[in-house]
């Protein structure tokens, strides 16, 4: 219950399939949009959200959530390195094990 009410760390609201649990927004690796519903993804897994992309854009660009294209924000503070591929593709490698690849929109 501290942690929830503590003033330095945001958290959002996320749904799994085992109910409602709070997020905090410096845990999550990227946010993206299928079938019109956003999902944020840590490395526990997977929530849905409320909010659109680009409200989490916006109002969490200083804690490095960047919108890098129309499907996804990216939460730049957690990629330890990208990697260039062919046809205008850059492949993000994470501060974790999974790796996304993504068109840059140019």
């Known amino acids: 219950l501290v942690d929830l009410v503590s003033q330095d ?7 799994t399939e085992n109910g409602q649990s709070y997020v905090c927004v410096d845990d999550i690796f990227y ?51 990208f990697k260039n591929q062919a046809y205008g593709r850059m492949k993000q490698h994470w501060k974790m094990t999974k790796k996304l690849l993504f068109r840059v929109n140019t």
């Open 9 to 15: 760390q945001a958290k959002m609201l996320g749904i």
């Open 31 to 81: 946010v993206e949009s299928i079938d019109s519903r956003t999902f944020a993804y840590t490395d526990k897994g997977g929530y849905q959200v409320t909010a659109s992309l680009g409200q989490l854009a916006e109002q969490y660009k200083k804690r490095g959530f960047f919108r890098c294209t129309k499907a996804m924000v990216v939460n730049i503070y957690k990629i330890q390195f």
